[in-house]
């Protein structure tokens, strides 16, 4: 019998990080623009916060710690939440599925605070608020190419869509002596330089450093085999197209 696939097929991680960015964002909109600055300044990231210069919220010293996971939780405009929400739909959900929702969680979390932690080591003591998810979302994006890159290099590209758990991963050397994944990097890293110079995705409010976007992709690109525990060692099962019609 033939089973067809469903339009909308999403992850519930997928699904479930969607409607947080979207149902905090909508509900910024309803704020007074007092009470909305005192949360952006209250969940965002800002290296000031460990120079003791940065002045005093109603929340303390707990954004310290909080505001390394928080800032991805909140976004300048509807540009900047569309733009991620379609990197989260492409990629987040690619990742989600080849390593599961826990997992995913996970991986995202880390991406995030590593490119938090590249963009304080880059502007320590810089007053301006770093918000948005485009660390973890670079995080999805290298992580998702090194099984479509193994999928190309393994000739599973057939496999890739029906069963994407079935895909061996590159290795980290196999990933640095591919040509074809080394260019896309050089171009994502060339890409991203090029839009913080014209100032893409700042304002004089809050700006997203391409610092922590390199932070979050590489540590996608590094630490992405830690979180897949995929049996590659399963024949994905194919059916024929006779099959198919029963």
Request: glycine fraction near 8%; hydrophobic fraction near 60%; aromatic fraction near 12%.
């Given at each position: 019998m033939y089973h067809s696939e469903p339009v909308f097929n999403l992850p519930r991680?997928?699904?479930?990080?969607?409607?947080?960015?979207?149902?905090?964002?909508?509900?910024?909109?309803?704020?007074?623009?007092?009470?909305?600055?005192?949360?952006?300044?209250?969940?965002?990231?800002?290296?000031?916060?460990?120079?003791?210069?940065?002045?005093?919220?109603?929340?303390?010293?707990?954004?310290?710690?909080?505001?390394?996971?928080?800032?991805?939780?909140?976004?300048?405009?509807?540009?900047?939440?569309?733009?991620?929400?379609?990197?989260?739909?492409?990629?987040?959900?690619?990742?989600?599925?080849?390593?599961?929702?826990?997992?995913?969680?996970?991986?995202?979390?880390?991406?995030?605070?590593?490119?938090?932690?590249?963009?304080?080591?880059?502007y320590w003591g810089d007053i301006s608020p770093v918000i948005g998810a485009s660390a973890a979302i670079s995080g999805h994006i290298a992580g998702a190419i090194r099984f479509l890159y193994g999928a190309v290099r393994n000739h599973q590209l057939s496999i890739m869509r029906s069963h994407p758990k079935n895909v061996r991963l590159l290795t980290l050397k196999q990933c640095f002596t591919d040509f074809r994944l080394l260019l896309f990097v050089a171009i994502w890293v060339i890409s991203n330089i090029m839009f913080a110079a014209i100032g893409y995705g700042t304002d004089a409010h809050s700006s997203i450093a391409w610092e922590a976007h390199l932070g979050g992709f590489f540590a996608g690109l590094f630490l992405f085999g830690a979180f897949d525990n995929t049996p590659h060692a399963v024949k994905p099962v194919i059916h024929s197209p006779q099959e198919e019609k029963e």
């Open positions: 991680s997928v699904l479930l990080m969607l409607g947080v960015l979207f149902g905090i964002h909508i509900v910024r909109i309803f704020l007074p623009p007092t009470l909305d600055n005192e949360i952006l300044y209250a969940l965002a990231f800002i290296p000031a916060r460990f120079t003791h210069i940065f002045p005093d919220t109603a929340w303390g010293d707990i954004q310290s710690v909080t505001s390394w996971l928080t800032y991805m939780f909140i976004h300048n405009d509807w540009t900047h939440l569309i733009m991620n929400s379609a990197g989260l739909l492409i990629f987040g959900s690619a990742v989600a599925m080849r390593i599961g929702h826990i997992n995913f969680l996970i991986f995202s979390a880390v991406c995030g605070i590593v490119g938090a932690l590249v963009h304080l080591m880059a």
